[in-house]
C-alpha cells in the first residue's frame, strides 16, 4: 500500500502571494488532516476533511483554506502569505472521522520572504 | 480543553542506555494516545498509540510506553537506546469519548532524544 504523499517538497513564496499544496493519502484511508509545525515547536492542527466536507478547523484564520476530493486527495491553500507561515506543513491520513491512528507524509517546507 | 506537556526538552544518554521521554496530558474527558518519531527533514512516524485496554503498549523499534491514567501520563521507554534513536519524539493526544466529531491530535512540544556513542 502506499503512503501519504506530499508536494512539492520545498517551496520559497513571496508575502502576499498565494500557495497551494497537494496531499495524496494513503490507499483505504477517508480523512485528510493538515498540521503546520513551526521550527522548533510541535505540530498545530490546521483542519480536517472527512468524506470532502470540514469536519473541524484549529485556531487559523479564514485564509487558511482546503479542499477533498471524491479520491480522498486534499489541498491546503494559504492566502495573503505572511512571514510567520514559514513552516513545515504536514499532511496526514486516516480512515474514520475520528482517526485511531493518522499516517503523516513527509510534509512541504514552506518559506515565505 | 486538552493539553500536552513534555517534560524534557532534551534528553542525551549513551548508547545502550535505558531511556525515558515525559508526557503528561490533562483532559476531563479520556484520550486516545499517541508518541510519534520525527527524524531529521522527514515527517512523523508512529511508535505506538494507546486506545483501550492493556496500560502497558509496545511499538515499533523496540519501544514501550504506560498510560497512567490517576497520574494522567503516558511516559515513553526503551531498555537500550541506539545512536539511530537519535531523533524528535512527539507525545499527542486525542479526544477519545466520541463527544468529538474529529480524531484532531494535540501535541507536546517535543523531546529531542541524542544518543551519544
Known amino acids: 500500500e502506499t503512503g501519504v504523499t506530499q508536494s512539492p517538497t520545498h517551496l520559497i513564496k513571496t508575502r502576499g502571494q498565494q500557495v497551494t499544496l497537494r496531499c495524496s493519502s494513503q490507499?483505504?484511508?477517508?480523512?485528510v488532516s493538515w498540521y503546520q509545525q513551526a521550527l522548533g515547536q510541535g505540530p498545530q492542527f490546521i483542519f480536517q476533511?472527512?468524506?470532502?466536507?470540514?469536519?473541524g478547523r484549529g485556531n487559523f484564520p479564514p485564509r487558511f483554506s482546503g479542499l477533498q476530493f471524491p479520491n480522498y486527495s486534499s489541498e491546503l491553500n494559504v492566502n495573503a502569505l505572511e512571514l510567520d507561515d514559514s513552516a513545515l506543513y504536514l499532511c496526514a491520513s486516516s480512515w474514520g472521522q475520528v482517526g485511531y491512528g493518522y499516517t503523516f507524509g513527509s510534509g512541504t517546507r514552506l518559506t515565505v520572504v | 480543553a486538552q493539553s500536552v506537556t513534555q517534560l524534557d526538552s532534551q534528553v542525551p544518554v549513551f548508547e545502550e542506555a535505558p531511556v525515558e521521554l515525559r508526557c503528561n496530558y490533562s483532559?476531563?474527558?479520556?484520550?486516545?494516545l499517541f508518541w510519534y518519531v520525527q527524524y531529521p527533514n522527514q515527517g512523523l512516524q508512529l511508535l505506538l498509540k494507546?486506545?483501550?485496554?492493556?496500560?502497558l503498549v509496545k511499538g515499533i523499534n523496540g519501544f514501550e510506553a504506560e498510560f497512567n491514567k490517576s497520574q494522567t501520563s503516558f511516559h515513553l521507554r526503551k531498555p537500550s537506546v541506539h545512536i539511530s534513536d537519535t531523533a524528535e519524539y512527539f507525545c499527542?493526544?486525542?479526544?477519545?469519548?466520541?463527544?468529538?466529531?474529529?480524531?484532531?491530535?494535540?501535541f507536546g512540544q517535543g523531546t529531542t532524544l541524542q544518543v551519544k556513542p
Open positions: 476533511y472527512y468524506r470532502e466536507e470540514e469536519n
Open positions: 490507499s483505504g484511508h477517508n480523512t
Open positions: 499527542a493526544v486525542s479526544v477519545g469519548d466520541g463527544s468529538s466529531n474529529t480524531g484532531k491530535l494535540i
Open positions: 494507546y486506545l483501550s485496554g492493556s496500560t
Open positions: 483532559s476531563s474527558v479520556s484520550v486516545y
